[in-house]
């Protein structure tokens, strides 16, 4: 299966999206809403629930489930608040010692008028700054696209998954294609060049490992993802905050580090 393959799959209207892992993987739920300084944006649903008998605070985008939904969430793609009530969450779970679970699914972040008046690229790097030294675990699944920046603030983590056709990418491949060869058309040499698959993230160490998707299947799907989460976030609050912290800085300094001609580069 190809790389555009792949990027159809996830992009196809009747894939399960972030509320419905939501709904499948956490229980006991309250949603928190809102970034405290603007509005609340719909594209992020968070708040606190259990993973199995672990208390978390979860963080999905949510590409809305028709079409007057979609539109109201920009398909997926979150403003500036949504970044913002996702940090202010993340840092009342520091506060509370509570591990963070993000599910991504976006194709970057919102790219219009309004993001940029109110200061998109901020809110991306304050997030990644800010996820790359919290004092509690966190855990990032990517469950469709993973799009840019406005994924990475929310996969700076300390455990990135993608499932199976899931993708993960600097630019979208259409972007790519465009800019690169101003040809639209040429997405799929587009999303062969860019290596977005999730085998090319685990080959590449930005991604733990691939969960398998089972649609037919998806409560025992999600059953087999929250085992694996679970186990994970059990080692990780068993860890000493310096040793947490350590961990995360070395899992991000080692990608990109490569050998050529018997000698290791980056």
Request: hydrophobic share 40%; charged share 30%.
């Amino acid at each position: 299966m190809t790389a555009y393959d792949r990027l159809k799959i996830v992009r196809s209207s009747d894939r399960p999206q972030g509320h419905d892992f939501v709904e499948a993987l956490f229980t006991d739920r309250f949603e928190l809403c809102g970034d405290r300084r603007f509005a609340e944006d719909p594209a992020i649903m968070a708040g606190i629930g259990y993973l199995g008998d672990q208390v978390v605070t979860y963080i999905a985008i949510d590409k809305g489930k028709d079409l007057n939904d979609r539109m109201k969430k920009h398909f997926g793609c979150p403003l500036p608040e949504g970044y913002r009530k996702a940090l202010r969450l993340m840092k009342q779970a520091e506060k509370f010692h509570r591990p963070v679970v993000c599910l991504v699914d976006t194709l970057g972040a919102y790219p219009g008028a309004e993001g940029e008046e109110r200061g998109q690229g901020q809110a991306i790097a304050e997030n990644i700054l800010e996820m790359m030294g919290l004092r509690t675990p966190v855990l990032s699944v990517v469950i469709g696209e993973g799009g840019s920046g406005g994924a990475l603030a929310l996969a700076s983590a300390d455990r990135v998954y993608m499932l199976e056709n899931a993708v993960y990418s600097v630019i979208t491949p259409d972007g790519c294609a465009s800019i690169l060869w101003k040809d639209a058309s040429r997405v799929q040499d587009a999303a062969a060049c860019l290596h977005i698959t999730a085998q090319d993230m685990v080959d590449f160490g930005v991604a733990e490992d691939i969960f398998r998707e089972d649609f037919d299947r998806f409560d025992k799907m999600c059953g087999e993802i929250k085992t694996r989460l679970l186990c994970d976030l059990h080692a990780l609050c068993a860890m000493s905050v310096p040793r947490l912290l350590e961990e995360r800085y070395n899992r991000f300094r080692r990608i990109g580090i490569f050998e050529e001609n018997g000698s290791i580069r980056q």
